[in-house]
């Protein structure tokens, strides 16, 4: 037992558990087991641990048995590479004798070959020794020389190679050297295939391993790919696994059919868990200490064990990571330009080509192509991003060497960002909408945090503002620019309180109404300010269908600004959801007289009038809101609404199919203009409406119930029952659906099944006036006309009431300002005629 305990804590090795066990129970399966792998390809970033994870590896191979070979950038061709192997194996008690007599023969005629050419006499030229370098370097045999091989034209480059062939000749005699000068792959990969064979026969496994692909790949992978997928230089050992391991991702055409053969493991950071573990290990317990070199570090091991190496005690003792990550990040590049420009790269959150040309300086506009080819550059479909754990370091090594210039470069993006978001041409009133100019918008805003965050703040909580009207989704967005601004810019302020936003933004059904509080308190806000945080919160409130709260904002907001036409015009609304009509008119008439001129107040007094059932003066005032806006889609819905609730159906066609040509995805006026088709016979159509309106809303329940009704008046009720069966399963509660299956259900005779329905209608809408007839008229058809009797009677009492006798279903539809985002949920179907089966909830 000790043993074992002392083998795992042999190397304070932490993590990677499933890749070493992945790899441990491949020596379990026989090679001709289809789940074998030959090949492993470990990648991951610089700095995640490949090379620790690749001596663990070779000491699992170990105690397997295997015999091993690792070899890292210090072989630079393949000879080496042979080299290595052959001395790693000679210390294991497994010599190749034979391939080290062939290396040592190709190492002396080599450097007979190039000595010659460039002495005096007898030999090849130095030209002749040039092209020959350029032919070896596109085998990756000399390294540095691919520029040398591009250079040379390809007529040359025969041409010469003849004339090496024979000069080499003359020089150094036998063929067989000329061929393994000019050809050493061909000559010396045999051999070893050969000697492998013969070793492998000796031992449970054979396993190679290849470290610092990246570097190493340009050479080695033609090559390696052929030793393993063709048979060119022989047959391998079957025993034989092999283990490659770089930064970048594997090419998924380079290797063919890899899958059958290949295991791919893929490294990211640590979990936090482990992290802590590797800390354990190195004796830092403290919590503070803990959780700072987790921030510092990005759970980067490399990074983790470097800041724990000097055992720090308080948070005020870790150092700052960022010259060794960057320096293992460009480890392999010299160019300081190009070092320049990587880093200069990592100050956009994402970056495409012109946007990498605003962010570098100098020399370095035309460096996009090199800096995507990095192995941690991630393409995202024309933009690339730098993985976290290298962007964070390059951010903090600018930031805290130069000060002054991490601030030039934030600002010189800020205003790239500016002049692009200017371009999009987007007025006003529109511009959160619009993608073309919101994008630029925030990673201005963004780059405006990081470099002012002080001074760029106030201007950052204005555009949350908008930003939260417009929807959680886009509200988070914004929160998550002052998150990450904090963490890049090291501003803890910002950091919470951008946590602060994204925490409360979680909660999808509140609207943004929590973060709209926080900014209350924010001493940034001007007193217009604070007017447009309270209508954007009542507009929250509204969406949560909370009126009382959604008419309290409107009135703090008016009672800093009385003259806010926004607040006049978001309280009528909200009266007029609540069924207060009057005041929602009283309302509209002041915003008339704040913006005369404007089609918002005829619009919005034209609904209401609508949802009052005074339809001629609804359409008297939507005429007039069409005058002043014929492009508003809402007014030409309500309108043909309108139209249909006079019995107009060609009218009401005639708007709905104008409203759709200006908004061919206003889903509201599709379903209208479903019902009224519905009506007419024209059921292909009702239905091609209705498919459209649930592609683009599938949880609309209303959607479905109004397809039961399609159905239902056309005669096929069994197609109308599912309908109503889905709309039921979307909102349980949707007493309107129960009310119209049941006459669905009580068409194909299942009379205790619709009364069941009528049952549950009724306990959830007490006042169900139109339920309770068709209860009754189906008890009067079934004998039982006291049961008959008693429904009418509560449904008499209901309508004598003062409530109107109807469920109360979903928001009203049409609930919105242009400004407003988004459409409230749709309401229930509309109604026929009273009188009917058809249940008549008013205002649909």
């Not at 001395?87 to 034979?98: C, I, N, T």
């Amino acid at each position: 037992m000790q043993e074992l305990i002392r083998r795992r804590r042999r190397s304070g090795f932490v993590g990677r558990r499933d890749e070493l066990a992945l790899f441990r129970r491949n020596f379990d399966l026989p090679v001709d087991d289809e789940r074998h792998r030959f090949v492993f390809r470990v990648h991951g970033n610089a700095g995640v641990g490949k090379t620790s994870l690749v001596r663990e590896l070779e000491q699992a191979a170990l105690e397997r048995g295997a015999l091993t070979a690792r070899t890292d950038e210090a072989a630079d061709q393949v000879p080496d590479v042979l080299g290595a192997i052959s001395a790693r194996f000679a210390r294991q008690g497994r010599p190749l004798k034979a391939l080290d007599r062939s290396l040592a023969t190709y190492r002396r005629r080599r450097y007979e070959a190039e000595a010659g050419g460039a002495a005096p006499g007898p030999g090849p030229s130095a030209g002749a020794v040039l092209t020959a370098r350029a032919g070896l370097a596109g085998l990756g045999l000399v390294p540095g020389a691919s520029v040398v091989a591009a250079a040379v034209d390809p007529d040359q480059l025969a041409e010469g190679a003849e004339r090496l062939r024979a000069a080499l000749s003359a020089r150094l005699g036998r063929e067989e050297d000329v061929q393994l000068v000019l050809d050493p792959l061909g000559v010396l990969t045999p051999v070893f295939v050969d000697e492998l064979g013969r070793v492998a026969a000796q031992v449970p496994w054979v396993a190679l391993f290849f470290d610092t692909y990246e570097r190493t790949g340009a050479f080695l992978d033609r090559w390696l790919r052929d030793l393993v997928t063709t048979d060119r230089y022989g047959a391998l050992p079957a025993n034989m696994v092999l283990t490659l391991s770089g930064q970048g991702r594997p090419d998924p055409l380079g290797w063919p059919a890899a899958e059958d053969y290949v295991a791919e493991l893929p490294l990211e950071p640590f979990t936090e868990d482990e992290a802590r573990q590797l800390l354990a290990a190195k004796g830092v317990l403290d919590e503070d200490v803990v959780r700072d070199v987790l921030r510092l570090s990005g759970r980067l091991p490399v990074l983790v064990s470097t800041l724990a190496g000097s055992r720090p005690a308080t948070p005020k003792d870790i150092g700052d990571p960022s010259a060794t990550a960057v320096e293992r990040f460009l480890k392999w590049e010299s160019d300081p330009v190009r070092r320049s420009a990587a880093l200069e790269g990592a100050l956009p959150r994402r970056l495409d080509e012109d946007v990498f040309r605003a962010a570098v300086t100098g020399d370095a506009a035309g460096l996009f192509g090199w800096l995507r080819s990095l192995p941690f550059v991630q393409d995202e479909g024309g933009r690339i991003k730098y993985h976290d754990v290298v962007r964070a370091p390059m951010q903090r090594l600018q930031r805290t060497s130069s000060p002054q210039r991490w601030r030039a470069g934030h600002e010189r993006l800020a205003a790239w960002y500016a002049l692009e978001r200017a371009a999009a041409g987007t007025g006003a009133e529109g511009r959160w909408r619009d993608e073309a100019w919101r994008e630029p918008r925030l990673e201005e805003l963004y780059h405006r945090l990081c470099a002012d965050p002080v001074g760029a703040f106030g201007e950052v909580l204005r555009d949350g503002i908008e930003a939260c009207r417009q929807g959680t989704v886009t509200a988070r967005r914004w929160a998550r620019v002052i998150a990450d601004a904090g963490e890049d810019a090291n501003r803890e302020p910002l950091r919470k309180w951008g946590a602060a936003c994204l925490t409360a933004l979680a909660a999808e059904h509140r609207h943004g109404v929590d973060v709209l509080g926080m900014m209350l308190a924010r001493p940034e806000l001007t007193g217009e300010d604070r007017v447009a945080v309270h209508i954007a919160r009542a507009w929250g409130h509204f969406r949560s269908e909370a009126y009382e709260e959604c008419l309290a904002d409107h009135r703090r907001a008016l009672t800093l600004d009385a003259s806010s036409a926004d607040a006049h015009h978001g309280r009528a609304v909200a009266h007029r959801a609540l069924g207060d009509h009057p005041a929602a008119l009283a309302d509209l008439a002041r915003l008339e007289e704040l913006e005369p001129g404007r089609p918002r107040a005829p619009r919005e007094r034209g609904e209401t009038h609508r949802r009052a059932g005074r339809y001629a003066e609804a359409i008297a005032e939507l005429d007039r809101a069409h005058g002043l806006d014929p492009g508003d889609a809402l007014v030409l819905g309500s309108r043909g609404q309108a139209q249909a609730q006079l019995g107009r159906p060609a009218e009401a066609l005639a708007d709905f199919d104008r409203a759709l040509l200006i908004d061919p995805d206003y889903g509201w006026a599709l379903v209208r203009r479903a019902h009224v088709r519905g009506l007419l016979g024209d059921t292909g159509g009702a239905l091609g409406d209705l498919d459209r309106a649930e592609q683009l809303s599938p949880s609309w329940a209303w959607v479905l119930g109004e397809r039961g009704d399609v159905y239902r008046f056309a005669g096929r009720h069994e197609e109308a029952v599912a309908a109503y069966g889905r709309a039921l399963a979307l909102d349980p509660g949707y007493a309107w659906a129960l009310g119209s299956r049941a006459m669905a259900l009580a068409e194909l005779g299942r009379t205790e099944d619709a009364l069941a329905d009528l049952d549950h209608a009724v306990a959830l809408v007490p006042d169900y006036a139109w339920a309770y007839e068709q209860r009754a008229r189906l008890h009067r058809a079934a004998g039982r006309e006291g049961a008959a009797l008693d429904d009418l009677a509560r449904a008499a009492g209901v309508r004598a009431g003062p409530a109107v006798g109807l469920p109360r279903g979903p928001l009203p539809a049409d609930e919105r300002d242009p400004a407003y985002p988004g459409r409230p949920p749709e309401p229930g179907p509309t109604p026929r005629a009273e009188g009917t089966d058809r249940d008549p909830r008013p205002g649909g």
